[in-house]
């Protein structure tokens, strides 16, 4: 089935509509597959899987919501699948696990074969619960909170008085970072893992010679340092191919990090949008981890360097979606036709700036007070933790009474062009009154994504020649065929 004649279904009057659940759950140590529906349903020979009965228990919920931050804040997109428990059979699945379990769900007709229903939600069930007498629910998440849990956990291990610290990961153009001190007997330091090249190596921020090993990411001092701290200029992780770009280091961090069981694999990825985002963003970053940062954290950070953020589309793969006017793609037209009547609401005015500062170049190891023989231009970066660049509009900061001087917003940036192109484009957004509008859509919007561009016209609020705006926030009601969409204009 095409996407249009899915949307004609949606839109039809005479759709009946239905989902399909298909959920994974631990029974007493086995794990199972619970086939739900919110209609009798009943495969046949010739489906996948063939001859099943879906059970009709599916009574409400299927309302999922995802939505990109206009804080930049990583968020997880859920919602929740309401089930008939009104005779109590179902209270024997309050003490099964469900927790970080697979669930899918898939939107069609009755009549329709299976392989006709269309994927609407791919993601995990983060808990299972009750809420009243006569239902259960399961709480769902999107794949991301499988990315919720640390990018490693390896320590040095050994007899070393460093056995229980963890080996740090550097990803990309990492400076003056802290390297582990794996072997005292040797004075050998290193990483986790293979490493593209060690720039240059420090003692006390004066250069020093080392013997390298970047194929272990290690290296050896050629003298004992006394006490002084060694610190090091990294290209890091190497794995596969060397690429200091956000998309690849995304790619990289999603599907070799983390625990091996909740890893994604290429198939959880949406490979032609990273594609299409690192042709448009290739700008080198650094970011390294030295801590139990989590898989989702640091890809939210490298993300959120150039305004973007990591989302999964509503068939459970990773994109990469920046805010940013206009959007994504040709601009769908939006106006009365495709809301409920009276429906357009203003949900939120967007502060002015009148400046932008972007912190860049990250120096991990902040030395103050060095007393080695470098130049004090050296000395005085080595004590400070980030560099940083201004963009100002003095005709915005006159007109709204505005200060020059705004929070700095780090980021995983390494050149100050990089950095200033950036304040520079956040400012152009953030100069100008913006506003997040609200609506309830037709069946049709339902097809719409994340970071979509469209054209905003409406009876009300100046909207009446249409503005470009793009999609931030949707809240999907499979069953009643119901969809909120939030976009910035």
């Known amino acids: 089935m095409t996407d249009a004649q899915f949307s004609n279904w949606l839109q039809s009057a005479a759709a009946v509509r239905m989902v399909l659940v298909e959920a ?75 927790m970080n379990r697979a669930i899918k769900v898939w939107a069609g007709d009755p009549a329709w074969p299976r392989a006709e229903f269309r ?125 200091p770009r956000i998309a690849p280091l995304v790619r990289r961090i999603a599907t070799a990090y983390g625990k091996p069981a909740d890893r994604f694999a290429d198939a959880d990825l949406d490979l032609a949008n990273l594609a299409a985002f690192d042709a448009a963003h290739p700008q080198t970053v650094g970011l390294h981890i030295a801590d139990r940062t989590n898989q989702a954290q640091a890809i939210q950070q490298l993300a959120a360097s150039v305004g973007a953020q990591a989302v999964m589309s509503r068939t459970g793969q990773l994109r990469l979606v920046q805010v940013a006017l206009p959007g994504i793609g040709v601009p769908v037209d939006v106006g009365p036709a495709q809301m409920k009547e009276r429906s357009l609401r203003v949900a939120q005015r967007l502060p002015v700036a009148a400046a932008v500062k972007i912190g860049f170049d ?26 940083s660049e201004t963009v100002v509009d003095e005709a915005v900061r006159a007109r709204y009474r505005l200060s020059d001087d705004p929070v700095q917003v780090d ?52 909207l009446q020649d249409g503005v470009p705006a793009v999609v931030m926030r949707l809240s999907r009601f499979w069953l009643t065929g119901r969809v909120t969409v939030g976009v910035l204009a």
């Not at 080695?372 to 933790?385: G, R, V």
């Open 24 to 98: 994974q759950v631990n029974v007493a140590g086995q794990e199972a597959t619970r086939y739900l529906a919110s209609r009798p349903y009943v495969t046949g020979p010739l489906d996948t899987p063939p001859n099943t009965e879906y059970q009709p228990l599916v009574t409400g919920g299927l309302a999922f919501t995802e939505q990109v931050s206009l804080t930049g804040e990583a968020g997880l997109s859920g919602g929740d699948i309401e089930l008939d428990n009104r005779d109590g059979a179902l209270d024997g699945w309050l003490a099964d696990v469900w």
């Open 119 to 243: 994927l609407v939600f791919d993601g995990i069930v983060f808990d299972v619960g009750s809420a009243g007498r006569e239902s259960l629910n399961l709480v769902l998440r999107d794949k991301l909170q499988r990315l919720n849990t640390p990018i490693s956990e390896t320590k040095l291990g050994g007899a070393t008085p460093n056995k229980d610290a963890m080996l740090p990961v550097p990803f990309g153009e990492c400076h003056n970072v802290t390297p582990l001190l794996t072997d005292p007997a040797t004075l050998e330091y290193g990483f986790l893992g293979a490493v593209e090249a060690m720039v240059e190596v420090r003692s006390n921020g004066k250069p020093i010679e080392v013997m390298h090993a970047v194929t272990t990411g290690r290296f050896r001092l050629v003298t004992d340092p006394f006490s002084t701290t060694i610190t090091a200029s990294v290209q890091g992780d190497n794995g596969g191919a060397y690429a």
């Open 362 to 387: 990250r120096n991990w190891t902040v030395q103050p007070s060095l007393t080695t023989s470098i130049p004090p231009a050296h000395a005085d970066l080595y004590a400070t933790e980030w560099l």
């Open 411 to 462: 980021t995983c940036l390494k050149t100050r062009v990089d950095a200033r192109t950036e304040a520079a484009r956040r400012l152009a957004l953030a100069k100008l009154p913006r506003t997040l509008y609200e609506f309830d859509g037709e069946p049709d919007m339902m097809m719409l994504e994340l970071g979509q561009a469209v054209t905003l016209q409406g009876e009300r609020f100046g």
